[in-house]
């Protein structure tokens, strides 16, 4: 490693704001000329004093940071026991994560405002190609994403702009790297069970600042948590293999939406009929939409497959079986239509028919996959009627077509992709008009 660097410089640290939407990510500094971190090697080798040593910024003296060895060499020193560490780009900029369920870097004192929402930066005008391209479940040669998939549900990017499937069918989530990696299993066998290193009909899917993702584990009654790399999950919220409605346990979860600024996870609770707010490592929820049973009223969800918060700490629920989206502001028992009719699905602007994954934007605007309407429907905060932005409305396998659409995500361009679960594709639609 001596031959790649000479040199280590720290930048003045500065906010980064990476066009990942849900992502406010901080760089702090920078080692120029080292090119490689070796996984297991944790000495930054330099010549340079600590005086010029990133030892100021340090984050930790035994979590992660840079730090001066008595003999004045800088270390990059790293506790192997915890599951983070850093990200390095081509440029050999690195990036401090924060380490659930605590976050070092708002220890940093120009980093006090980290915060993650699930909300997008997307303007009311913003239009998308008409057409999408197939980016995965192609049997096409020589196409990246040619790993087939099963009905494809959910989906979704996480800060690295990688984007990840739930190959519903096959019980597995793969992930697509942006580097242009050939995509691979990075969760589940392909085979349904209960094990640590299985899934079960796993549904809603998310990705935390840190890169670890969550899986509603829907018959295992369970939200999984599988650390980068690591090829078994954790349990982070109910018990794998018992259901039940009190608030300790789950009944078929459909949806999980994390929080990296709170570690607060979002659950859609399916047989229960509500959203439970699970704080990382707690042993229980606290319900903040939904009354427990099913109905038509403001009160009650339906059943749904989503749930998403946004930064005032309003949950939004498409009800799949109630045609509409509602949102909760808690503690609030009833909640407040945003999309839809309060129960009367259909095909008409002013109507849904089972909503499945939503994507709120800062300004309150939803997107909304329309699955019933084989259509992406877009409501401007407040409107009475909805618009399309992709699909034709009549299911069909052709590029401006939809089939049972079923999960909806922006990479960090705002490209618009769609998991088109009657055709087992993914689909691309490129931002045209921002
Ligand atoms: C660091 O300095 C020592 C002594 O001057 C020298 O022998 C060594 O090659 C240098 N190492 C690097 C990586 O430059
Ligand atoms: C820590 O970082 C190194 C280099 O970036 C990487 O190879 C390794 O896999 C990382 N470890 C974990 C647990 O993420
Ligand atoms: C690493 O972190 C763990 C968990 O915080 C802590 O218990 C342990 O003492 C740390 N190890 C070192 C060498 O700092
Ligand atoms: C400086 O200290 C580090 C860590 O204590 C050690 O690995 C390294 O060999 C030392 N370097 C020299 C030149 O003594
Ligand atoms: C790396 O640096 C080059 C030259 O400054 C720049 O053009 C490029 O965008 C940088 N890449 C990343 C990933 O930051
Ligand atoms: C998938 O892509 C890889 C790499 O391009 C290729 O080796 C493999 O044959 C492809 N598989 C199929 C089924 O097209
Ligand atoms: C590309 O990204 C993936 C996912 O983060 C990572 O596992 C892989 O090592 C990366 N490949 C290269 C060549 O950087
Ligand atoms: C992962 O889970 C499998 C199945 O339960 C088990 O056999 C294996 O020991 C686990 N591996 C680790 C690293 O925990
Ligand atoms: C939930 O709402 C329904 C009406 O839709 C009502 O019948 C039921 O009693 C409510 N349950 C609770 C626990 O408030
Ligand atoms: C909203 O949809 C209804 C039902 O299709 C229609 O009658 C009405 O004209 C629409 N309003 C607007 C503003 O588009
Ligand atoms: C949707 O597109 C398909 C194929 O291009 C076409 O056959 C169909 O008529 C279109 N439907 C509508 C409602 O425009
Ligand atoms: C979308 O953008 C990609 C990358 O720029 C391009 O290759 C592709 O042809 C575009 N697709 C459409 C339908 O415009």
Same mark, same amino acid.
């Given at each position: ?14 906010? =980064? ?54 003999? !004045? ?20 900029? $690195?990036? $401090? ?54 009905? &494809?549900?959910?989906?979704? $990017? ?13 019980? /597995? ?44 584990? !829907? ?33 078929? &979860?459909?949806?999980?939406? =994390? ?14 009929? %509500?959203?439970?707010?699970? !704080? ?20 009650? =969800? ?14 939004? #629920? ?7 989206? #509602?949102?909760?502001?808690? &503690? ?18 002013? /109507?849904?028919? !089972? ?34 932005? #992709? ?20 990479? %960090?361009?705002?490209?618009?992709? #769609? ?16």
């Amino acid at each position: 490693m001596s031959t790649y660097h000479r040199m280590l410089r720290v930048l003045i640290a500065q906010m =980064i704001l990476l066009l990942a939407s849900r992502i406010v990510s901080v760089q702090i500094g920078s080692i120029q000329g080292v090119s490689f971190f070796s996984s297991t090697g944790i000495t930054v080798p330099t010549n340079d004093s600590c005086a010029e040593c990133i030892c100021t910024m340090m984050l930790s003296d035994d979590i992660i940071g840079l730090s001066c060895s008595q003999n !004045q060499t800088c270390l990059f020193v790293y506790n192997y026991s915890l599951p983070y560490n850093l990200t390095v780009d081509p440029n050999s900029s $690195f990036y $401090f994560r924060s380490l659930p369920p605590e976050q070092y870097y708002t220890t940093f004192e120009t980093t006090t405002n980290i915060g993650t929402t699930t909300e997008k930066q997307l303007t009311a005008q913003a239009v998308w190609s008409a057409t999408g391209d197939t980016v995965a479940g192609s049997s096409a040669a020589g196409l990246a994403g040619n790993i087939s998939l099963t009905g &494809p549900g959910p989906i979704a $990017f996480d800060i690295d702009n990688n984007l990840y499937v739930n190959d519903y069918g096959k019980h /597995r989530v793969i992930i697509y790297p942006s580097n242009g990696s050939m995509p691979r299993v990075i969760a589940g066998t392909g085979t349904a069970g209960s094990k640590m290193n299985q899934l079960n009909s796993p549904n809603g899917i998310d990705i935390d600042t840190t890169g670890a993702l969550y899986i509603a584990d !829907q018959n295992n009654h369970r939200i999984q948590r599988w650390l980068p790399g690591a090829t078994n999950g954790t349990t982070v919220a109910g018990t794998t293999g018992t259901s039940g409605s009190t608030l300790d346990l789950l009944n078929k &979860p459909q949806s999980i939406s =994390i929080d990296s600024s709170t570690w607060n996870m979002y659950i859609y609770d399916g047989q229960n009929y %509500r959203v439970l707010k699970w !704080q990382l490592g707690a042993s229980q929820g606290i319900m903040v939409a939904g009354n427990g049973s099913t109905g038509t009223s403001l009160s009650n =969800i339906a059943y749904a497959y989503d749930a998403k918060f946004n930064s005032n700490g309003n949950i939004y #629920v498409p009800d799949y079986n109630n045609g509409r989206v #509602v949102k909760w502001t808690p &503690p609030s028992t009833y909640g407040v239509l945003v999309a839809g009719q309060v129960s009367s699905s259909g095909s008409t602007s002013n /109507r849904l028919k !089972q909503p499945t994954q939503i994507i709120l934007n800062s300004a309150g605007d939803i997107y909304i996959c329309d699955y019933g309407n084989h259509r992406i429907q877009r409501w401007i905060n407040g409107a009475s009627n909805g618009s399309t932005v #992709v699909g034709n409305g009549t299911a069909g396998s052709n590029s401006n077509q939809l089939h049972s659409p079923y999960g909806i995500a922006f990479d %960090r361009f705002n490209n618009l992709y #769609v998991a088109d679960s009657g055709n087992n594709r993914i689909l691309r639609f490129n931002l045209t008009n921002s």
